[in-house]
């Protein structure tokens, strides 16, 4: 089989070209944010900038950043750039408490979204005669409606599953012979595993390639479900403050996702001076749409770390490559697909009587990420049995995963016995780092 | 009368108990009964000692949680069966136990029950009608106290 894009003019184009286009597109969508969203407006404006002193993309550096803390600010409507009866979708982050940001889409914003997503695909070696299993959850989350219509446009078969219900998703894959697999990676591990409990091989199934993303996973992982799916897996890349996943995709030489250049142009900078770094840098990452309606955002600081390629690529495509990241700028977790930002949790321990004392401790064990939370007791809720204890460790447990979506195992422990390192407690122990 | 208890919490990790124990002894504190509840990560050590305020401020002062809880004391007649008529003299009253744990008594004549329960009052009036002889601070302690 040889060498396939969805969209062979765009993601082989040559740089000239290419930058000829992201120009042109840029100069457009300064000017349609600038008169439509007030909001960014007045940053331009505090910067010194106008729309007509951005000739192209070498001017993208004058523009003022954005961040998620902005969003937050305008929620719902502020970035919004379209009237409201031009959209026809809005999706959500999965963040909770405050840190929801809701993007809004027309047909065109849907439209550009799911062809990247459809590029991943086709990257991925499917065409219209694939059966794409997408178990991403549906509905306000990115994950399953954007592999969905990538699917679509592709011409595959779709088996619209979203997450959970294993049994179930084993019994369509293996009846209706899916060959690609779309969804977390800790739950294509999940899977993996589930199969060989019931007793299949994996080359019982007719799988032959994943695309795998919202969430960090390592080498070691990729390896591990490639060998118990029996199939090629492939990264993806996205968020949904840019539209959702299929901002960038691996191809078959798996070294760094292409960026889909022509909607979405990417930056490294130094996250404490905002400087744009040169390319090989390891920095935040910084994404301007392109042509985007809706909700077009300029200069967005994903928090992301990573490192910008822009050597050639042996597959052919052009488009620049970003690396795995490689952490957050901010003190953000991303546990089994869901953002969690350490404050949720000392909300929820500062509204239930315990002083802020905790730490967070994330781990991976076989493949799924797991969440436990040390909290330090104090003399006022002290019981002598264990059965209140036990009870307390519970209602702890359930008022988190009432905020974070996730289950974390809760542990009191004595007051002081968390480490402090100059006075302040170590909040955070991610040990899946350590693996790679 | 209820005797006094001190509660410990202790992390289930190696050098946890030991910890606690050489500071009382350090401390010069005579331990007459001792209890502990354990689960995976952490358990809580009963203690009934010859100074609770002592002890208490002892242990306080070392960062280690503890409360002082009031337990009801019983002698146990040295025959079979009786634990459990204790025990049934309180299910009939609806006295809910919530642990028990059992004891030498200082002159080393008999058995002693330490009990937790919601109502100490309660407990002691029952058990006392029934013809169970409640124990004192300073029966436990004996002499040495």
């Known amino acids: 089989m040889g060498q396939r894009y969805f969209n062979k003019e765009i993601e082989t184009m040559s740089r000239d070209e290419l930058s000829a286009l992201q120009s042109e597109k840029l100069k457009k969508q300064v000017r349609h944010v600038y008169d439509n969203v007030p909001y960014y407006r007045d940053l331009m404006d505090k910067k010194g900038v106008k729309p007509e002193d951005i000739g192209g993309i070498e001017d993208l550096h004058k523009l003022p950043f954005i961040s998620k803390s902005d969003l937050r600010e305008t929620y719902p409507y502020g970035m919004l750039a379209v009237h409201l009866s031009d959209c026809v979708r809005i999706q959500s982050t999965s963040g909770t408490t405050g840190k929801r940001v809701i993007a809004y889409y027309t047909q065109h914003d849907i439209d550009l979204w799911e062809e990247c997503c459809a590029r991943a695909i086709v990257a991925a070696g499917g065409s219209k005669d694939d059966v794409v299993q997408v178990c991403y959850g549906y509905g306000l989350f990115t994950g399953g409606p954007g592999l969905n219509g990538g699917s679509h446009k592709v011409g595959s078969l779709t088996l619209p599953m979203s997450s959970g219900n294993t049994d179930r998703q084993i019994q369509f894959m293996m009846d209706l012979k899916a060959t690609i697999l779309c969804c977390t990676p800790s739950y294509a591990a999940y899977i993996g595993e589930s199969l060989k409990e019931k007793g299949y091989k994996p080359e019982d199934n007719s799988l032959k390639a994943g695309i795998f993303g919202a969430e960090p996973w390592t080498e070691e992982m990729r390896r591990d479900i490639e060998k118990s799916l029996g199939i090629k897996a492939y990264d993806i890349y996205g968020l949904t403050e840019t539209s959702g996943p299929g901002v960038a995709f691996e191809c078959a030489e798996q070294k760094g996702m292409h960026i889909n250049e022509d909607h979405f142009l990417a930056e490294i900078i130094d996250p404490d001076t905002g400087e744009v770094l040169p390319d090989g840098e390891k920095g935040e990452l910084v994404f301007t749409s392109l042509d985007k309606e809706a909700f077009p955002l300029l200069r967005y600081r994903t928090r992301d770390i990573c490192v910008l390629k822009r050597e050639r690529c042996s597959c052919g495509r052009t488009h620049v490559r970003m690396s795995k990241p490689m952490g957050r700028s901010d003190d953000m977790l991303i546990i089994r697909g869901v953002n969690v930002f350490p404050s949720q949790i000392e909300t929820v321990l500062i509204n239930e009587g315990y002083a802020p004392n905790y730490r967070i401790e994330v781990d991976r064990v076989n493949n799924s990420d797991t969440l436990e939370v040390f909290v330090e007791l104090s003399p006022e809720n002290f019981t002598d049995t264990v059965g209140a204890i036990t009870a307390m460790e519970k209602k702890l447990s359930a008022s988190i995963t009432g905020i974070l979506g996730i289950h974390p195992v809760v542990h009191l422990v004595p007051p002081k016995s968390i480490a402090r390192s100059e006075g302040k407690a170590v909040r955070v122990v991610d040990r899946r780092k350590l693996h790679d | ?145």
């Open chain 2, 1 to 145: 009368m209820a005797i006094k208890q001190l509660s410990v919490f202790v992390e289930n990790k190696r050098g946890g108990l030991v910890a606690i124990t050489d500071l009382l002894a350090g401390h010069g504190i005579d331990m007459s009964a001792l209890s502990i509840a354990d689960t995976q990560d952490f358990g809580i050590l009963r203690l009934i000692v010859n100074d609770t305020e002592k002890a208490k401020d002892a242990l306080t002062a070392n960062g280690i949680l503890v409360k002082v809880t009031e337990v009801v004391g019983i002698e146990i007649p040295d025959k079979p069966g009786e634990l459990s008529r204790a025990l049934s003299v309180l299910d009939a009253e609806g006295i809910n136990v919530e642990y028990l744990y059992a004891f030498i008594s200082a002159s080393g004549t008999g058995a002693y029950v330490a009990l937790r329960v919601e109502d100490n009052v309660a407990a002691e009036s029952a058990l006392t009608s029934a013809g169970f002889r409640t124990v004192t601070e300073k029966d436990v302690r004996g002499n040495k106290g």
